[in-house]
């Protein structure tokens, strides 16, 4: 069970989706807006895992042939983990839906659990800003913000109780396309990250003319 201490949204393979803080989406953007002294637009991303489709990295981001017997080893008992989880705690999360469908639940959302984690997919080569973006934020536990303007784009972690903290930062946005109500974003060295924006994120950027 060690996997619900280290993210205590998870439940084996099952993952809480929480909607968005508006709080920690201004304090964010305010942050932001006054370091670059500019208006920051924010898309809530939530709680990411990362993968990589990089030359010479595994999924995972560790590095190829870099002691390959460990990283086997940490595979089996992470993967042993997740799957104990799963089982135990699947017949909890069927209830859930089943109450959710009949309208029997209250305040438990069973369909803010998906299956399988969220993620940021990586791709292109090993010295590019698509990678240097994966390996800043691959560790971090904490809800992430994706944050722009016309000059910067940043990854910022920050939710309830904790305050916003840049993970990652390029001080060139003009010369990028970032599309986050396609859930891309092209660098101009020829990498990209991928992600799925929630429903109601997809709203406020329809809403806010991609400017949310």
Known sequence: ???LIRWPGRLGFWWHTRPASETVRETVRLHCAQAWSEYAAVLYLGRQGVS???PGRRRDGTR????PLRWLARLVVVASD???????LLPVLLTLLVLEVLDGVGTVDAKSWEFGQPRLVLAGGPETHAVALGDHLRRERHDLWLVWSGTRV?????????SPRVLWQADDAAEHDIAPSSGAIEFADGSTVSFVPSDAELDRLREYDDRP
């Open 64 to 67: 190829r042939r870099k002691r």
């Open 52 to 54: 990589y489709e990089v």
């Open 1 to 3: 069970m060690s996997v």
């Open 82 to 88: 997740a799957v104990l989880t799963s089982v135990l």
């Open 154 to 162: 940043a990854v910022v972690a920050a939710d309830v109780n904790r």
